[in-house]
């Protein structure tokens, strides 16, 4: 403000202040690292979070999966790591039963870039339940997820609404 430098000299007590500080950091940092590591091993979080491309996160295993719809009403699903990196599809099977008051209706996949794009669309309306279904390859046990599929954006996460992330439960 006074238009004078701060000249920082660097006495040797001066420096041993800063490795303190550092060393206390590096406690802290530490601490901090574990007690996440602790609560990861304690449970893992069921709370809804936000698919990547703004679809539904399915707890599968080994990787999550995300649903989105896209504009055209295919059906695209990704899947992702555990820091949601997107995985390549490779062998997996993937299914979709859309319940819809016309019946019921299964879409096939196939493989496209780093998704799985269903074949065909969505039945006209919203509003009606649709099963995901997940194998890891052909020979493994069917992993299975019910969406209500609806339409519409919600109003307060601003999420397509089959994928709302708000936690009252609609
Ligand atoms: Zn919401």
Request: proline share 4%; hydrophobic share 35%.
């Amino acid at each position: 403000m006074n238009g004078w430098k701060v000249v920082s000299c660097v006495k040797p007590n001066n420096q041993k202040h800063k490795m303190i500080k550092q060393l206390l950091t590096t406690v802290v940092v530490s601490a901090l690292l574990s007690s996440t590591v602790f609560a990861a091993e304690g449970g893992h979080s069921h709370k809804t979070i936000a698919g990547p491309r703004g679809g539904k996160i399915l707890d599968s295993e080994p990787l999550h999966a995300e649903f989105f719809v896209q504009a055209d009403k295919k059906v695209s699903v990704i899947f992702y790591n555990s820091t949601l990196k997107p995985v390549a599809p490779t062998s997996q099977q993937i299914k979709v039963i859309a319940e819809s008051k016309t019946g019921k209706t299964t879409l096939e996949f196939e493989k496209n870039g780093d998704a799985f794009i269903s074949k065909a669309i969505l039945p006209e309306g919203d509003g009606y339940r649709v099963v995901v279904q997940i194998k890891n390859d052909v020979a493994a046990k069917p992993q299975n997820f019910r969406i209500d599929y609806k339409a519409g954006i919600c109003q307060e996460c601003k999420q397509a609404e089959y994928a709302c992330t708000c936690e009252h439960a609609s």
